[in-house]
């Protein structure tokens, strides 16, 4: 499958939402969970703890991927001060983003001037985004998602986390209950409060 046609699949799954975690939870909340940055301290992280976030983001993306032709997107907000080497590195090229995605970012970029959208597939396997994991978990990289058009399932990690959405309420659950341990002390997702205008930028979890 082919980038072009992996982003078909999205826009027809997603409704033509543009895949930024934060905002699909409003849209998709009926299958949407969310992974916990899970570290205690309000210290800095150390690289010891960026490591085993970009660890854990890999545990839960490979519990829903492993094996299948995934699309990874990203939005570079200022590819000028964001870590896009590793992007590269996986064949990510630029495209044209729908309509619909610049509709639905319009209040959220920026400088829509300086903002790049990339998108690679690949076939999943344990590992393979192991460096954009990193780049992701010390907060040096614009959005990113990635999607298995497959299943519908759509894994979008940022530094405090990552949001997840799995289609099928039997495997949900299997994976919620497989990462309990990482799941909000609240326990599953509900409903939560409006977004700023400026959260696309400001908010990292």
Known sequence: MNVHEALDAWQAQYTGQPPVGF???????????????LRESAEPASAQNDAQTASRFDAVASS?????????????LDPRHEDTADLRAIGATPISPP?????????????PSRVEFVAATLVW????????????????????????PATGDAFCPYAGGADIFVWGPERRSKIGDRFRAWLPGAGMPGSLPPKRASDLVTERG
């Open 23 to 37: 905002m699909l939870r409003f849209t998709h909340e009926s299958v949407w969970t969310r992974v916990h940055y």
């Open 64 to 76: 829903l991927f492993n094996g299948t032709t995934v699309l990874v997107l990203a939005i570079h």
């Open 99 to 111: 309509e619909s995605w610049l509709e639905t970012l319009a209040g959220y970029l920026p400088d």
């Open 125 to 148: 396997q344990r590992g393979c985004l192991d460096r954009l994991w990193l780049a992701v978990a010390r907060d040096v990289i614009g959005r990113v998602a990635v999607f298995c």
